[in-house]
């Protein structure tokens, strides 16, 4: 019996990473497999989300296209654009980890606790995330989302009948994507690349 975790065209158990470098392409595949989780959450209030992140992946997808020689790795993508006016894919990979980052965090909360419903891990997430990015008109949207989410069971039904075989791989997934989206973060601060973004 597959899952979604069987059906992803790429997971990001395997993103290649090299001395700390992200494979691009590698990871753009990886993400628009976690874009199609949303779908499984069943509310329309979710497009908001998919469209952003799938938006910002379409800018790095741009920029590894028009330079791959210098986009191969996401840092050195940043790193080719650092030192221009034009920092489109930049900008792209800093949101896109900031809404990987919220559902890393979700997803997390959501392993870690067992009884809790989608509702409060999920709201509890964009707490502690992306809420300190998002204005006032932003914020009340996406608060609508988290109140849209699923009951746990069903979510976790549409991952897969067999449920022990989602555990092991939401857990192996959701570990690669938390050290990816840290090592993101952390290169971004390194370098303060993400200032005025």
């Known amino acids: 019996m597959s899952t979604f975790f069987d059906e992803m065209?790429?997971?990001?158990?395997d993103v290649s990473v090299t001395d700390n470098k992200i494979d691009t392409a590698g990871f753009l595949e990886a993400s628009e497999s976690l874009v199609k989780?949303?779908?499984?959450?069943g509310s329309s209030a979710f497009s908001?989300?998919?469209k952003d992140m799938t938006g910002n992946i379409t800018k790095i997808r741009a920029k590894l296209l028009e330079d791959p020689a210098n986009s191969s790795t996401l840092q050195d993508l940043v790193l080719?654009?650092?030192g221009t006016k034009n920092k489109k894919a930049t900008q792209g990979l800093l949101w896109l980890s900031r809404g990987l980052q919220f559902t890393a965090q979700a997803m997390r909360e959501t392993v870690d606790l067992p009884s809790a419903e989608l509702t409060k891990t999920f709201t509890d997430a964009y707490g502690k995330t992306l809420s300190q990015y998002h204005g006032i008109l932003i914020k009340p949207i996406f608060k609508l989302a988290m109140q849209a989410c699923p009951y746990r069971k069903d979510f976790f039904a549409k991952l897969g009948a067999d449920q022990e075989?989602?555990?092991q791989q939401l857990s192996a997934w959701l570990e690669a994507l938390e050290a990816i989206v840290k090592l993101i973060i952390e290169f971004f601060t390194s370098g303060n690349y993400g200032k005025g973004l």
Do not use: N, R
Request: aromatic residues 10%.
């Open 48 to 50: 908001v989300v998919q």
């Open 9 to 13: 065209k790429k997971s990001f158990v």
């Open 165 to 167: 075989k989602v555990g």
């Open 37 to 41: 989780l949303f779908d499984l959450l």
């Open 80 to 82: 080719s654009e650092a």
